[in-house]
């Protein structure tokens, strides 16, 4: 079974939080992060967001660096890689910015939920989920996508690094201090498998300074061991 290659994409505080302890709508990166990100958006064939992060901002980010759009349609792809909602609600408001902007939009939901055929309105095409994520990846795979951002949220990426299915990270280290419960990986989960944390597990791959005091690290998991 062959899944997508799948890139965490956050900015996260120095304390690991990807919120304020208010919640809600927050960007933590600044201009250097915001080049990291639409990189990482013209590399990847979907981005893949939770439904309460569409619920927060109403929309997605989008490429809007020219050079990387010329980059995407050379090689034969659309301008902007395949929003994918992960969202257990059975519409969401066709008035949010999220429905006018230039992209195809996918719906992921269990189809113990709702309706297996039915697509809501404003969305190009519905998945139906499996009953874990390697499934359902392997089904994204097989729809051509072989490379996906993982935007968010902690839910989300949580359910993610549970499977083990996150093969590389990519963190901007913003200098804030935030607190609260907000961190990328749920508080919610006490034990994690102990492979993660056992020597050799993660490799960095690269660390610089991206201007404004922040810090990109990148790791690979190495699953060679």
């Given at each position: 079974?062959k899944?997508?290659w799948?890139?965490l994409?956050?900015?996260s505080?120095i304390?690991?939080?990807?919120?304020?302890?208010e919640?809600?709508?927050t960007?933590?990166?600044?201009?250097?992060?915001?080049l990291?990100?639409?990189?990482?958006?013209?590399?990847?064939?979907?981005?893949l967001?939770?439904?309460?992060?569409l619920?927060?901002?109403q929309?997605?980010?989008?490429?809007?660096?020219e050079?990387?759009?010329?980059?995407?349609?050379?090689?034969?792809?659309?301008?902007q890689?395949?929003a994918?909602?992960?969202?257990?609600?059975?519409?969401?408001?066709?008035i949010?910015p999220f429905?006018?902007?230039?992209?195809?939009?996918?719906?992921?939901q269990?189809?113990?939920?709702?309706?297996?055929?039915l697509?809501?309105?404003?969305?190009?095409?519905?998945i139906?989920?499996?009953?874990?994520?390697?499934?359902?990846?392997?089904?994204?795979?097989?729809?051509?996508?072989?490379k996906?951002?993982?935007?968010?949220?902690?839910?989300l990426?949580s359910?993610f690094?549970?499977?083990?299915?996150i093969?590389?990270?990519?963190?901007?280290?913003?200098?804030q201090?935030?607190?609260?419960?907000?961190?990328?990986v749920?508080?919610?989960f006490?034990?994690l498998?102990?492979s993660?944390?056992?020597?050799?597990?993660?490799?960095?791959?690269?660390?610089?300074?991206v201007?404004n005091?922040?810090?990109?690290?990148?790791?690979?998991?190495n699953?060679?061991?």
């Amino acid at each position: 079974m062959k899944k997508p290659w799948i890139r965490l994409v956050i900015a996260s505080s120095i304390d690991g939080r990807i919120a304020y302890p208010e919640g809600g709508k927050t960007q933590l990166g600044k201009g250097g992060d915001r080049l990291l990100l639409e990189e990482s958006l013209a590399w990847a064939d979907g981005v893949l967001i939770g439904g309460q992060t569409l619920r927060d901002h109403q929309s997605i980010c989008l490429i809007h660096d020219e050079r990387l759009i010329q980059k995407r349609i050379s090689e034969g792809r659309e301008k902007q890689p395949i929003a994918l909602v992960v969202s257990t609600q059975a519409s969401h408001p066709i008035i949010w910015p999220f429905f006018q902007q230039p992209v195809q939009r996918w719906l992921l939901q269990n189809t113990d939920l709702f309706n297996e055929n039915l697509i809501p309105n404003g969305y190009h095409k519905k998945i139906n989920l499996s009953d874990n994520w390697l499934n359902s990846l392997n089904i994204l795979n097989n729809k051509g996508l072989s490379k996906i951002a993982l935007l968010g949220g902690a839910s989300l990426i949580s359910s993610f690094v549970v499977e083990d299915l996150i093969d590389e990270l990519q963190i901007t280290i913003t200098p804030q201090i935030l607190g609260g419960r907000y961190c990328w990986v749920s508080c919610e989960f006490k034990e994690l498998k102990k492979s993660f944390n056992q020597e050799g597990k993660w490799s960095l791959q690269e660390s610089k300074g991206v201007g404004n005091n922040e810090l990109l690290i990148r790791y690979f998991r190495n699953r060679s061991n």
